[in-house]
């Protein structure tokens, strides 16, 4: 359950706008995807959230370097 006061959107809309600005599009075409599956009050936050959708596919696919997971045993990058 979200904080009070918050909302589920509110937070996955917040996450997507900072996935996108760090560089990491696998995050936000997940959660764009995932707020494409909630039910939203408001049929102009769902065209919205439709329309940054659509910009994130046109990003790269993958992650930006210094983003993706490494491993501490080996230092390899999972991507």
Known sequence: DPPRGMTTVTILQCLAKYAEQ???????RFVYSRLGSLNM?????????????LA???KPFKDREALLPVCFVCGAQNS
Request: charged share 15%; glycine share 4%.
């Open 56 to 58: 994130v596919r046109a």
């Open 22 to 28: 760090m560089g990491a599009y696998n995050l936000a």
């Open 41 to 53: 009050c408001n049929p102009k936050h769902q065209e919205h959230n439709d329309l940054l959708s």
